[in-house]
């Protein structure tokens, strides 16, 4: 018995006495004088026990059957299910398996059978709150995150995400690599569902700003001052399609998409782990029927204005165009130009006044064809074979000196040098020795 109950039973006593009366003895305990006539009823019946309430030690009326809880902890103990949390494992024990079990129920149970921990929380740096945009497509940050996504059953992938700061409206596609195609592949596919947005927000990657190259001499002046840029592809193809770029100087800037990285590290993973993904079409596949509709029905929110701030593409805006690798090139005089280690030929019913080593735009875009303007006016190209080169002549080889086998001398040598010589010199002799065919003296 608790010790409020304590004090009701002695407030029921005195009224039971008559030394208050039920008016007195309701305001005491806190209830109607109505439940105090039941009270006293129940104590002439049950005694001190009526201030106890007639549940207590029962079971609940709503709860789960052991053998529920038995076969969620046995699915959930696979060696599939390992790592998730409560709020995934209830959905994942709802829509796979039939089973309606409350998250905080399922938390309990997991911390129970030691399958989910809570993590320690710790005070990490505190930055300044920005408060969302208040319409939807005012300013939308992009990223790309670098993750083991296939947990080592496939190729590596990378995610590229762009999401909506005043709706949290979540676009993303997986690819093998983050590059600048990559980028502008997911940009078309936002444009096409959406419009055009007032802005992006990013980082200061390599796609969206070219790296400065400062001089020695001019280290010292400021940003301002220093020779501007020329823009990147995709800074180019924001700038067509009047899209502002707005860059982030820290990872807590743009905090709402590095967020969402986070859930989609923790869920997306369990899910392509379940799904069995191991390739970049099931992943893309899985992510855009499971992941993301439950992510516009879980996390979308409201914007504080219903107006949108999205902008229609109107005809003078050609997205393959912008969404394109864009060179200069110079028209030669035969009207062939260079572009990616192959020709190109202009077509004769595309040639016209100031073409001849004119200055023409070449697109290389997403689909792989490439496209040719001059001016305001399209060019017919087409892909030619390369001049033959001149024969070049082989260069003589150097001699090889090789060593002489001796020469061995005939009569002839040796009558030639017998008369060159001059015939046999006479040599003198010493005392004692004899001449040649003679006799000694």
Sequence with gaps: MTQKERDRLVALKKAKKGLITQSQAAEEIGVSERQVRRL??????????????????????????????????????????????????ADHLREEHGI????????????????????????????????RRSRRGEMVQW???????????????????????????????????????????????????????????TDKA??????????????????EERDPLPPTQIGRALNELGIVWIAAHSPQAKGRI???????????????????????????????EKFLPWWKRTLVCVPASPDDAHRPLSQAHDLASSLSHVETRQVASDYTIRFQSKLYRIDRASVRAGLRNGKVRVEKRLDGTV????????????????????????????????????TVPNEAMRSSMFHFLGGPKKTKLKAGQNQPGGLSR
């Design 40 to 89: 006293l009823g129940a104590l002439k019946k049950r005694g001190d026990k009526a201030v106890i309430h007639g549940g207590r030690g029962r079971s609940s009326n709503r709860r789960i059957p052991a053998s529920i809880r038995q076969q969620a902890m046995s699915i959930l103990s696979q060696p599939v299910c390992h790592g998730f949390g409560p709020s995934f494992a």
């Design 100 to 131: 309606t079990v409350g998250r905080e129920t399922l938390r309990g149970w997991m911390g129970q059978a030691k399958l989910w921990r809570a993590k320690a929380r710790q005070a990490g740096k505190v930055h300044q709150w920005r408060e």
């Design 143 to 201: 990223d790309t995150s670098d993750h083991d996504w296939l947990e080592g059953r496939g190729e590596r992938l990378y995610l590229i995400g762009m999401i909506d700061d005043a709706s949290s409206e979540f676009t993303a596609r997986f690819a093998r690599q983050d590059s600048t195609e990559e980028n502008m592949r997911l940009l078309k596919i936002y444009v096409k569902r959406n419009g055009r947005p007032v802005a992006f927000y």
């Design 206 to 223: 390599s796609h969206f700003q070219n790296t400065p190259r400062v001089k020695r001499d001019d280290k010292q002046l400021p940003r």
């Design 258 to 288: 590095e967020r969402s990285f986070q859930t989609a590290q923790d869920r997306l993973v369990k899910g392509l782990r379940l799904a069995g993904a191991a390739t970049l079409e099931q992943a893309n596949a899985y992510l855009e």
């Design 371 to 406: 496209a040719v303007r001059f001016r305001q006016h399209w060019l017919q190209v087409s892909v030619c074979e390369p001049r033959p080169k001149p024969a070049s002549v082989a260069a003589p080889m150097a001699s090889v000196r090789r060593r002489r086998k001796p």
